[in-house]
RNA sequence: GGGCUCGUGGCCUAGUAUGGAUAAGGCACCGUCCUUCUAAGUCGGUGAUCGUGGGUCCAAAUCCCACCGAGCCCGCCA
């Protein structure tokens, strides 16, 4: 939850003294003034709403009222917003404060199957969870992140079996793994062999044959390694990891299984539950178990140790978790609140991915571009920096080039991966936003003279001022909606503010020195809180 | 066929939840500004039947209905 002197609150409770409104009456950051009220719904005459408004309204920190067509706009003094900053900064290092939830929240995202190395359309998954980790635990909430590794399952199962038929002799490798898989994949239509060694193995594995389950999560951990390195590039570090392995080996999917059992009808041996006209089916004719048994296991799992799951998935999961939802509460009674947050497929120019057929952009692909492409930048713009800088802060600028393309866009709509967008440094992107913290740097490094609030704010400093000050609203609706993108818009809203500011008022050996080189300071600091919930690596140089 | 999601200048995106002020940014293109703090920046210009057609309303990009187009799902895969 989010401390700070809520002007917009304060003004709708006095509001709600004499009239009848609802919170989403005002809007905040109209343009035409700091908070804005709608009145079109006031029977009233508009004049003397207008005036008894303005007549209770006794606040310092109100610069003015105005009646504007349909709207009533309040304006606010700058020096109080930049007062609440200020004081929230010094007396608990942070605006807005916090207060600490004793619940717990439980993001989990990524979860790929391992089975490949992660590629730019996966990878939306894990910017998008782990931005939305940092936003909540932001907001107060402990959270932490949570990767289910899926290492049963035919599909890591032909992963071992392309490395047993083709790869043999090989020390496992990534592209060795990658290679026998897409090899089972392409021969499985004319080798009806292969599916039987599948499922064989298969059985062999539900049956808790702990040298295979062994061997074929070793297999995974192969790659899984890999992926958990790609996330690293980024700055995206999952803190659990849960394999689904155990919940076989241990007897946890029987028991629930076990459990459902009055609900469940059978298909020969295949357990499957009704909902609606559909048949879900939890094991199969030979008994083993299917994902949704598993993922219902699974569930459980997490409700035990958070009061708060959050899933990040697919949108070709929405039917999948429509019907374990369902049995979730309607069955199994559980406690926990529960949100799941879909994201759109990403697709190429040329088509859509798949990791079977080999047509991938890889995460690590993307990165060594970026990062080569923003060296050629950095060389070309900056010839007198040394080769560690150069190294420096290319790797910071792709990171966060990469997570900010994706997590700008709202998640629910599809996206198509262009290269020339992912190399362009220029407009809505990381590199703009760090251009703005390194020149807000520079001008701290080359005066460092700050000084008392003044009164008197021009409408570039008041903007600034405003962009910051409105800072908890954002992340308020970014945690409301479960969206990180509202926070790269927000960021893009604050660093447009800073440029109009910078450009449009001197500082250093001015005047006004010590008045802006506050709101400078003011800005850094949120520059910095802001930008680590997207993920972006502010550096003092660019 | 059924279900869900998306459709906003040439391209990408915000605005849709909660209907309300001139539909806001970016890319590309044309032009402007480095003897003042980082030009990865700034300012100006060109460019939008908000997919189409109806409806509700004082008011629709936003709500409702139909249709069109794209994606995803409709497995004893995950």
Same mark, same amino acid.
């Given at each position: 939850?989010?401390?700070? !002197?809520?002007?917009?609150?304060?003004?709708?409770?006095?509001?709600?003294?004499?009239?009848?409104? #609802?919170?989403?009456?005002?809007?905040?950051?109209?343009?035409?003034?700091?908070?804005?009220?709608?009145?079109?719904?006031?029977?009233?005459?508009?004049?003397?709403?207008?005036?008894?408004?303005?007549?209770?309204?006794?606040? !310092?920190?109100?610069?003015?009222?105005?009646?504007?067509?349909?709207?009533?706009?309040?304006?606010?003094?700058?020096?109080?917003?930049?007062?609440?900053?200020?004081? *929230?900064?010094?007396?608990?290092?942070?605006?807005?404060?916090?207060? #600490?939830?004793?619940?717990?929240?439980?993001?989990?995202?990524?979860?790929?199957?391992?089975?490949?190395?992660?590629?730019? $359309?996966?990878?939306?998954?894990?910017?998008?969870?782990?931005?939305?980790?940092?936003?909540?635990?932001?907001?107060?909430?402990?959270?932490?992140? #949570?990767?289910?590794?899926?290492?049963?399952?035919?599909?890591?199962?032909?992963?071992?079996?392309?490395?047993?038929?083709?790869?043999?002799?090989?020390?496992?490798?990534?592209?060795?793994?990658?290679?026998?898989?897409?090899?089972?994949?392409?021969?499985?239509?004319?080798?009806?062999?292969?599916?039987?060694?599948?499922?064989?193995?298969?059985?062999?594995?539900?049956?808790? !044959?702990?040298?295979?389950?062994?061997?074929?999560?070793?297999?995974?951990?192969?790659?899984?390694?890999?992926?958990?390195?790609?996330?690293?590039?980024?700055?995206?570090?999952?803190?659990?990891?849960?394999?689904? *392995?155990?919940?076989?080996?241990?007897?946890?999917?029987?028991?629930?299984?076990?459990?459902? *059992?009055?609900?469940?009808?059978?298909?020969?041996?295949?357990?499957?539950?009704?909902?609606?006209?559909?048949?879900?089916?939890?094991?199969?004719?030979?008994?083993?178990?299917?994902?949704?048994?598993?993922?219902?296991?699974?569930?459980?799992?997490?409700?035990?140790?958070?009061?708060?799951?959050?899933?990040?998935?697919?949108?070709?999961?929405?039917?999948?978790?429509?019907?374990?939802?369902?049995?979730?509460?309607?069955?199994?009674?559980?406690?926990?609140?529960?949100?799941?947050?879909?994201?759109?497929?990403?697709?190429?120019?040329?088509?859509?991915?798949?990791?079977?057929?080999?047509?991938?952009?890889?995460?690590?692909?993307?990165?060594?571009?970026?990062?080569?492409?923003?060296?050629?930048?950095?060389?070309?713009?900056?010839?007198?920096?040394?080769?560690?800088?150069?190294?420096?802060?290319?790797?910071?600028?792709?990171?966060?080039?990469?997570?900010?393309?994706?997590?700008?866009?709202?998640?629910?709509?599809?996206?198509?991966?262009?290269?020339?967008?992912?190399?362009?440094?220029?407009?809505?992107?990381?590199?703009?936003?760090?251009?703005?913290?390194?020149?807000?740097?520079?001008?701290?490094?080359?005066?460092?003279?700050?000084?008392?609030?003044?009164?008197?704010?021009?409408?570039?400093?008041?903007?600034?001022?405003?962009?910051?000050?409105?800072?908890?609203?954002?992340?308020?609706?970014?945690?409301?909606?479960?969206?990180?993108?509202?926070?790269?818009?927000?960021?893009?809203?604050?660093?447009?503010?800073?440029?109009?500011?910078?450009?449009?008022?001197?500082?250093?050996?001015?005047?006004?020195?010590?008045?802006?080189?506050?709101?400078?300071?003011?800005?850094?600091?949120?520059?910095?809180?802001?930008?680590?919930?997207? $993920?972006? #690596?502010?550096?003092?140089?660019?």
């Amino acid at each position: 939850m989010l401390l700070f !002197d809520d002007y917009r609150k304060i003004i709708l409770d006095e509001i709600k003294k004499i009239y009848s409104i #609802q919170d989403n009456d005002m809007d905040i950051n109209g343009n035409f003034g700091d908070f804005t009220l709608k009145i079109f719904k006031f029977k009233e005459n508009r004049e003397e709403v207008y005036s008894k408004i303005k007549s209770i309204m006794g606040k !310092d920190f109100i610069d003015k009222i105005e009646l504007q067509g349909n709207y009533i706009n309040f304006y606010i003094r700058a020096e109080k917003m930049l007062d609440t900053i200020d004081n *929230s900064l010094e007396t608990f290092g942070m605006y807005p404060n916090v207060f #600490q939830d004793t619940s717990k929240a439980l993001i989990e995202h990524t979860s790929s199957n391992p089975t490949g190395p992660i590629h730019v $359309g996966r990878i939306r998954n894990s910017i998008i969870g782990d931005s939305i980790y940092r936003i909540i635990n932001r907001y107060g909430t402990r959270s932490c992140t #949570q990767y289910f590794v899926n290492d049963s399952g035919k599909q890591v199962i032909s992963l071992y079996l392309g490395h047993i038929k083709y790869h043999r002799d090989e020390e496992m490798t990534v592209e060795n793994l990658l290679d026998g898989y897409q090899k089972i994949y392409t021969n499985i239509e004319k080798d009806p062999d292969i599916k039987k060694e599948v499922q064989a193995l298969d059985e062999r594995y539900e049956n808790g !044959d702990s040298q295979l389950i062994k061997e074929i999560q070793k297999t995974a951990s192969i790659v899984l390694q890999s992926i958990t390195d790609s996330l690293e590039k980024l700055g995206i570090h999952i803190s659990t990891y849960v394999w689904e *392995s155990n919940f076989i080996m241990y007897g946890n999917v029987n028991e629930l299984i076990n459990s459902l *059992s009055d609900n469940l009808k059978s298909e020969g041996k295949a357990k499957y539950i009704e909902i609606g006209d559909k048949k879900i089916f939890l094991t199969r004719q030979d008994g083993t178990s299917l994902y949704f048994a598993r993922d219902l296991v699974y569930h459980m799992f997490k409700s035990e140790n958070f009061d708060w799951i959050i899933d990040v998935l697919g949108e070709d999961h929405k039917d999948h978790v429509k019907n374990l939802d369902y049995v979730l509460h309607k069955f199994l009674d559980f406690p926990s609140r529960i949100d799941y947050l879909f994201y759109g497929f990403v697709s190429l120019d040329t088509g859509k991915m798949s990791t079977r057929k080999g047509n991938i952009i890889t995460v690590n692909d993307l990165y060594e571009k970026t990062v080569e492409e923003s060296v050629s930048i950095i060389k070309e713009k900056r010839p007198d920096y040394g080769k560690d800088e150069i190294d420096r802060i290319s790797r910071a600028i792709a990171a966060s080039s990469i997570r900010f393309n994706i997590v700008k866009i709202n998640a629910n709509k599809p996206l198509t991966f262009r290269w020339e967008e992912a190399l362009n440094f220029e407009g809505d992107s990381a590199p703009y936003i760090m251009y703005a913290y390194a020149r807000a740097c520079s001008l701290i490094s080359r005066s460092g003279k700050s000084g008392k609030s003044s009164v008197e704010y021009n409408e570039y400093e008041k903007n600034l001022i405003k962009a910051i000050y409105f800072y908890p609203y954002y992340i308020q609706n970014s945690v409301d909606f479960l969206r990180a993108d509202i926070m790269a818009g927000y960021m893009l809203y604050l660093v447009k503010s800073f440029n109009d500011f910078y450009l449009n008022c001197p500082i250093v050996g001015t005047e006004e020195e010590q008045k802006r080189i506050k709101i400078v300071e003011v800005f850094k600091k949120i520059m910095e809180d802001s930008a680590e919930l997207v $993920g972006i #690596q502010l550096l003092e140089k660019i």
